[in-house]
């Protein structure tokens, strides 16, 4: 029988999780939810991975394959963007295949940013990412084998945060788990905004939950 609870999917030997479950069985909602992804700036990039060859369950965001080369997808950006100033995480949003071209994945995702100072233009720095993500060094053999991914980004686009339509605790609602949707409650930060539980550590009020 499959041990898994809230939407986890047994591998045989583990559960995998959906967003913001944690435990053996999913059995519990994440202790924090960063939503600080959700509320500045962004970019929106387009990449071909050459030496990755895309299946038809990459295209499920909630399918193995899809969070393996998501994964690996995000490791190997986060270490080319890690150094640029305002930058805050990269976010995978879809994989599809290249047309007439086997053995090729497309990625779009999307470069998140701190808020630009007022004189900053989002536009001109949607380029320099483009540049940094095309002048970064890859792997010599780009075979599938590869320790690495091999790549070329495509395009750039710039996307001003508009303001949510929902108020925090709203926000909060709408990405915590389902089932746990009730006992999150937003919480400030100086450098965005978070969805917590009383059982988060250092935040006021909280207190030590243990497992559960």
Avoid at 16 to 33: H, K, S, V, W
Avoid at 63 to 77: D, I, L, V, W, Y
Avoid at 142 to 167: D, E, K, Q, V
Wanted: charged share 20%; hydrophobic share 30%; proline share 8%.
């Amino acid at each position: 029988a499959d041990p898994c609870l809230n939407g986890g999917r047994w591998l045989g030997t583990a559960c995998l999780c959906p967003p913001n479950m944690d435990g053996p069985r999913c059995e519990f909602g994440a202790t924090t939810i960063n939503l600080t992804a959700e509320l500045g700036p962004f970019v929106t990039m387009m990449a071909r991975v050459t030496n990755r060859e895309f299946s038809e369950d990459m295209g499920d965001t909630s399918s193995p394959g899809h969070r393996r080369f998501a994964k690996e997808f995000s490791r190997t950006m986060d270490r080319i963007y890690r150094n640029v100033s305002d930058y805050r995480g990269i976010r995978p949003s879809r994989t599809d295949p290249v047309p007439r071209s086997r053995g090729s994945v497309v990625v779009n995702y999307r470069i998140q940013l701190q808020p630009l100072p007022g004189n900053a233009s989002l536009e001109h720095r949607a380029l320099e990412l483009l540049a940094v993500t095309n002048a970064a060094s890859q792997p010599r053999n780009c075979s599938p084998s590869a320790n690495g991914l091999c790549f070329t980004a495509t395009s750039a686009r710039a996307t001003r945060a508009a303001p949510p339509a929902l108020n925090d605790t709203e926000l909060c609602r709408r990405y915590a788990p389902a089932n746990f949707s009730r006992f999150y409650f937003p919480y400030r930060t100086a450098h965005g905004l978070l969805c917590v539980t009383n059982c988060t550590l250092n935040v006021p009020g909280s207190f030590d939950c243990r497992r559960g």
